[in-house]
């Protein structure tokens, strides 16, 4: 093969090697865009489960509430009995429920003064944690847009380098061509490579005598007996 010939499946070669890097990275944007979804998404769940804590202690204390002022309710009904109860027994009865009535009372205003310390406590972090959130989920936000905007000149940047590809495959020899395709979807690393010091440096190894010194003499393009690209000597 000519080294003409070469020089024009090294261009070939360039412009796919473009494509696969850009390939990569629509890859690795794929990923990127998921992980900030997902950041996204927990920042959410985490402002949401605050928020139901905050509806369940608003809950409790209206509970609270509603316990006390019936609890209130049949204090006032037992003072009303108290005035009318005319035997001793009867009298203490009344008076114990009373008493149990203020106590049931009492124990309740407790638990509503500690729900209400939990709620102003919740209400403070559930502000902090919302505003938090929201700033953290815009910045993300401004980062999937930049990714998207990246996928999309990438997207068009390899329709070009598409219709390039086809320009200059045109000056590719048919049979080399499809070889070169051929070893192409076998290998993602350069097809056509340079042999230094006497080893192919697609993979490594080191080229047998009678091919380096054929490359040498004649100037030649072989095929690595090993990894069965394409080498030369110097072009
Ligand atoms: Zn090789």
């Given amino acids: 093969m000519d080294p003409e010939k070469v020089k024009d499946l090294l261009k070939l070669q360039d412009v796919d090697q473009e494509i696969l890097r850009i390939k990569r990275r629509l890859n690795r ?23 139901n804590l905050y509806k369940e202690l608003t809950n409790r204390r209206k509970e609270i509430k509603e316990a006390i002022k019936e609890e209130e309710e049949k204090l006032k009904l037992t003072e009303k009995r108290l005035m009318m109860v005319r035997k001793d027994a009867e009298y203490k009865a009344v008076l114990r429920e009373k008493a149990k009535h203020e106590d049931n009372i009492l124990k309740l205003m407790v638990d509503l003064d500690e729900v209400e310390k939990e709620i102003s406590k919740v209400e403070e972090e559930l502000s902090e944690k919302e505003s938090h959130a929201q700033k953290r989920i815009e910045e993300l936000k401004e980062e999937i847009e930049d990714l998207n905007t990246e996928e999309r000149d990438a997207l068009l940047k390899i329709e070009e380098l598409q219709k390039r590809r086809e320009e200059v495959k045109k000056d590719v020899d048919g049979s080399i061509l499809s070889l070169y395709e051929e070893l192409k979807d076998k290998l993602e690393a350069k097809l056509v490579v340079q042999i230094e010091e006497g080893i192919c440096s697609g993979c490594g190894m080191k080229v047998p005598d009678v091919i380096f010194s054929k490359l040498i003499k004649e100037n030649s393009i ?6 069965g690209r394409y080498i030369f000597y110097k072009l």
């Fill in 29 to 51: 944007i794929a990923k990127e865009r998921k992980d900030l979804e997902t950041r996204i998404r927990e920042l959410e769940e985490e402002v949401e489960a605050f928020r």
């Fill in 222 to 227: 072989e095929r690595c007996p090993n990894c």
